[in-house]
Every structure is written in structure tokens, then in C-alpha cells.
T-cell receptor, first 112, second 115 residues
Framework: SQQGEEDPQALSIQEGENATMNCSYKTSINNLQWYRQNSGRGLVHLILIRSNEREKHSGRLRVTLDTSKKSSSLLITASRAADTASYFCATDATGANSKLTFGKGITLSVRP | DAGVIQSPRHEVTEMGQEVTLRCKPISGHNSLFWYRQTMMRGLELLIYFNNNVPIDDSGMPEDRFSAKMPNASFSTLKIQPSEPRDSAVYFC?????????????FGPGTRLTVL
């Protein structure tokens, strides 16, 4: 089964609104990463949060990690039409030796 | 700087034919990953290499799939014989192996269609 499970599966919002996406996982991790995939393209790394961190920011992105609940959230503030893409969380499980396990992704649509 | 390079970008073949997908990782990266993406199964890790050595091939579907990494700048994924259910987008990704802090860089993918 997937290590990371994103929620919701699809999200549609208006430009300017905030988008919140959630990820849950099952095992102990070294870090959790979020990636974006535009249609027809490869995945692009957005942000990495280590297991000993609780929150991290990068531009309009904010990621939180709650290791006690084995969950993470990705917040995109002031969304733009260009943020339309699929978003994946990926976990680097303890002892996984550089292997990442990806969730099935969240499809975000931002309406202009 | 060049990112991960994959070729071909699109491949259409007939069932039973051999297919070879190619990948050139980012220079200086010492980990390489092959993934397959379909609507039904999402993104699946097939195999990965550290320093050209296969570490985990548990995701390779069956013996029809094989992967090699003869040197640090080149890897192939071969399917022989191909079947329609192999139709998918195949991604190669590379990273610098830093335990606990790996970020993977993905290529543009090869869209494979097996008729």
C-alpha cells in the first residue's frame, strides 16, 4: 500500500484563495517532501521538511509536519492559475536508503 | 545546467517487441531511480541504483523488465517482450545520496504505448 496518502484527491478553488492539501503516512520517516507535476511533465521538488521540524516556509508555500499523527499539510497562499497541477507527498522512511514513496497525488485546479 | 535527460520522449510499439528507455542523470548525482506512472496505479518505483549498483528492484513487475547502469552517466530500462499493460509514462530521476535529505530531480518522462 502507499506510504503517503493525500487528501483530498481533487481540489478546485478560485484564484487568490488558499489551498490546503493533506498527507498521511504509516511508518517512521527521515523527511517528507512535496512535489508538483504539471500536465505532461515530470515531478518538480517543492519543499522538504525533516522529521525534527514542525513547520517550513518557501515563498507562498507553508508545510507542517506532525510526526505524532503521521501527517503533513501543504498550504499554498494566494493561489494563481499557474498553480494548477498535481501535488504529491513523498516520504523518506527510516532505513529506506534514499528511497522515496509517493502518494497518488492531489489534483489542484485554480480558476482564474 | 542540463537536467535529467530521457529518450525517447514517446514510443509506440507493438506487443512482443523489445523496448529500451534511456536516461542520463544530472552530473554529480549518484542515485538513479526508474518510476512508472499510470492513472490506475499512480507513481510506482521500479528500481533504483546507488553509485551504479542496483539497491532495490522489488518494484520491477516481472522478468520482462530489466535495468542497467553501466556508468554514472547512463542507465537503461528494457522491456522484452512488451505487452499492452506496460503502456505508461516512465520517469527517470536522480539525486545526490544524502541519507535523510534526498531531493529527487525528475526527467520529462517517456510515454510508452504498446499496441
Amino acid at each position: 500500500s502507499q506510504q503517503g496518502e493525500e487528501d483530498p484527491q481533487a481540489l478546485s478553488i478560485q484564484e487568490g484563495e488558499n489551498a490546503t492539501m493533506n498527507c498521511s503516512y504509516k511508518t517512521s520517516i527521515n523527511n517528507l517532501q512535496w512535489y508538483r507535476q504539471n500536465s505532461g511533465r515530470g515531478l518538480v521538488h517543492l519543499i522538504l521538511i525533516r522529521s525534527n521540524e514542525r513547520e517550513k516556509h518557501s515563498g507562498r508555500l507553508r508545510v507542517t509536519l506532525d510526526t505524532s499523527k503521521k501527517s503533513s499539510s501543504l498550504l499554498i497562499t494566494a493561489s494563481r492559475a499557474a498553480d494548477t497541477a498535481s501535488y504529491f507527498c513523498a516520504t523518506d522512511a527510516t532505513g529506506a536508503n534514499s528511497k522515496l514513496t509517493f502518494g497518488k497525488g492531489i489534483t489542484l485546479s485554480v480558476r482564474p | 545546467d542540463a537536467g535529467v535527460i530521457q529518450s525517447p520522449r514517446h514510443e509506440v510499439t507493438e506487443m512482443g517487441q523489445e523496448v529500451t528507455l534511456r536516461c542520463k542523470p544530472i552530473s554529480g548525482h549518484n542515485s538513479l531511480f526508474w518510476y512508472r506512472q499510470t492513472m490506475m496505479r499512480g507513481l510506482e518505483l521500479l528500481i533504483y541504483f546507488n553509485n551504479n549498483v542496483p539497491i532495490d528492484d522489488s518494484g520491477m513487475p516481472e522478468d520482462r523488465f530489466s535495468a542497467k547502469m553501466p556508468n554514472a552517466s547512463f542507465s537503461t530500462l528494457k522491456i522484452q517482450p512488451s505487452e499492452p499493460r506496460d503502456s505508461a509514462v516512465y520517469f527517470c530521476a536522480s539525486s545526490v545520496w544524502l541519507p535523510g535529505a534526498d531531493t529527487q530531480y525528475f526527467g520529462p518522462g517517456t510515454r510508452l504505448t504498446v499496441l
